[in-house]
């Protein structure tokens, strides 16, 4: 990432064995507010993922049981955002957030589209 950072984008270590995608992206995105790709700052990029896992989940929650009370959603969508596996890899810098966190925005799109679809068929 840090070569990115400094704008080589033809470097590559081959010990690496994640996409670059998480690192170009981070470089695009620090780039311009950082002067350098320092650890700690890479680590932050990962909360961007990290915080829209919770609103997700509880979307997806909403969606698989409408008659779930606020209060149960929102507690189950916490306690899923603080499962150790998942929780404590925030504060690597590492693609594991932004894959669940991507995965989860295309389930609840896909879960929407299908309840959308749903109630169209059975009132039509």
């Excluded at 919770?54 to 997806?60: D, G, H, I, K, T």
């Excluded at 916490?78 to 295309?106: E, G, K, N, Q």
Aim: glycine share 4%; hydrophobic share 50%.
């Amino acid at each position: 990432t840090q070569s990115y950072c400094a704008g080589n984008w033809t470097e590559w270590d081959e010990k690496i064995t994640t996409f670059p995608g998480l690192y170009a992206a981070t470089a695009l995105l620090v780039r311009g507010w950082a002067p350098g790709c320092e650890l700690p700052l890479l680590r932050t990029v990962n909360l961007i993922p990290a915080l829209a896992t919770p609103p997700l989940l509880l979307a997806q929650l909403r969606l698989l049981y409408p008659s779930l009370s606020t209060t149960d959603a929102l507690a189950n969508s916490a306690v899923l955002s603080l499962l150790p596996t998942h929780f404590f890899f925030h504060f690597l810098y590492y693609t594991d957030s932004a894959a669940t966190a991507s995965v989860l925005l295309f389930l609840v799109l896909l879960s929407q589209q299908v309840a959308s679809a749903g109630a169209q068929s059975s009132s039509g």
